[in-house]
């Protein structure tokens, strides 16, 4: 129960209690002026009291009616932070999907990239293999010429000491 429930409900005992212990006198006529108009039997205490206790329900009746009004806007703003909160939601997905297709493109040029790369660097390794080969081949037989005549150089300076196969004549 809320703090002015429980006021307004006092305040209402109260009354009732105050009219009920001082009915005779609230009852007893007296002569009531409303400016316009003058009454000369009217029992002004009842009409006060009356009116005290209108009052008083009309007060809890706006608070009612304002509480309520609270309470729907404050529902209006939920309903309203839920829509915001899916709309965000939805966003935040959709800029994640494309963020994803971006990275898959992004991956997918670096891997087509690298695969090309790996396809030069084994050419090129291929390609570099076989001209060491050839040119290990080359050096191989003028290395072997030059032996060769280094051979025949040789043969010649001591004087045909040796024979044609190596030995001594």
């Not at 006092?10 to 003058?38: D, E, M, R, W």
């Not at 994803?100 to 050419?123: F, N, P, Y």
Request: proline share 1%; net charge negative; hydrophobic share 45%.
């Amino acid at each position: 129960m809320r703090t002015h429930t429980a006021l307004l409900i006092l305040v209402l005992v109260i009354l009732i209690a105050f009219a009920a212990a001082n009915y005779s006198t609230l009852t007893s006529p007296q002569l009531l002026n409303l400016i316009f108009v003058s009454f000369s039997a009217a029992p002004v205490g009842m009409i006060l009291t009356i009116t005290a206790i209108i009052l008083s329900l009309l007060f809890a009746l706006l608070t009612g009616v304002h509480d309520l009004q609270s309470r729907a806007e404050s529902a209006r703003g939920l309903r309203e932070i839920a829509n915001l909160r899916q709309s965000l939601d939805q966003a935040e997905s959709s800029r994640i999907a494309d963020l994803r297709a971006q990275l898959e493109k992004v991956l997918e040029g670096i891997d087509t990239r690298l695969s090309r790369l790996d396809q030069q660097w084994l050419a090129q390794s291929s390609s570099l293999a076989n001209e060491m080969n050839d040119r290990v081949d080359q050096l191989r037989d003028r290395l072997a010429a030059d032996l060769g005549e280094l051979e025949d150089t040789i043969l010649k300076k001591l004087g045909g000491g040796l024979g044609a196969d190596g030995e001594n004549r």
